[in-house]
């Protein structure tokens, strides 16, 4: 097996078992589901891989690596216009990135996240996105993310030079809605 870093500064081995924080949505999969939201920005994308003219992540006008991602990326969701955000977050930052998907339905956006469906069990899963309790994003909302398992598995579309195959998981989105919204 080879050792490549991702974009997002994350060593892989170059097999399906291994987490790739690189891979992109399907198109399919992202065209159905921006039908129904009208996405207006990706916000845990890169140059490669993003699915919305604005996107946020390494290489983004608004970030330059991971550091700017993790440090950045709550006071860019509270400052911004409300929006409509898709998020394939990378598979090993998933805990980060259910929390803050949380946190931006608290500053009034809708977040489409998708994720491997195995997670359930995790102690974040049940903090961030059953939402078992209060959120800690200094307003005490709770938003429980409406969630659709998706039949079969998802073929993520791989960076350049890596091998597509098929992902040893089932994936869900997992939908966090603002306070009243529908």
Not at 97 to 115: I, K, L, Q, R, S
Not at 147 to 159: C, E, S
Request: aromatic residues 14%.
């Amino acid at each position: 097996m080879t050792a490549t870093q991702d974009s997002f500064g994350f060593v892989a081995e170059q097999n399906y078992a291994e987490p790739r924080d690189n891979w992109r949505t399907p198109d399919d999969l992202y065209q159905s589901l921006d039908a129904e939201f009208g996405f207006t920005i990706d916000a845990a994308a890169n140059e490669h891989n993003h699915k919305c003219a604005v996107w946020y992540g390494p290489g983004s006008e608004y970030c330059t690596d991971t550091l700017d991602v993790m440090r950045l990326w709550p006071p860019f969701v509270r400052e911004m216009a409300r929006a409509n955000i898709w998020l394939n977050p990378p598979f090993t930052l998933l805990a980060e990135f259910t929390e803050w998907a949380n946190c931006a339905a608290v500053y009034g956006h809708t977040v489409v996240m998708v994720m491997p469906a195995h997670k359930t069990g995790m102690p974040w899963w049940h903090r961030w996105v059953r939402c078992d309790c209060v959120t800690q994003c200094g307003i005490g909302e709770r938003h429980k993310a409406d969630l659709r398992f998706l039949l079969g598995r998802t073929a993520y579309v791989p960076p350049p030079g890596i091998p597509a195959s098929s992902p040893a998981f089932s994936s869900m989105v997992a939908v966090y809605r603002p306070s009243g919204a529908a």
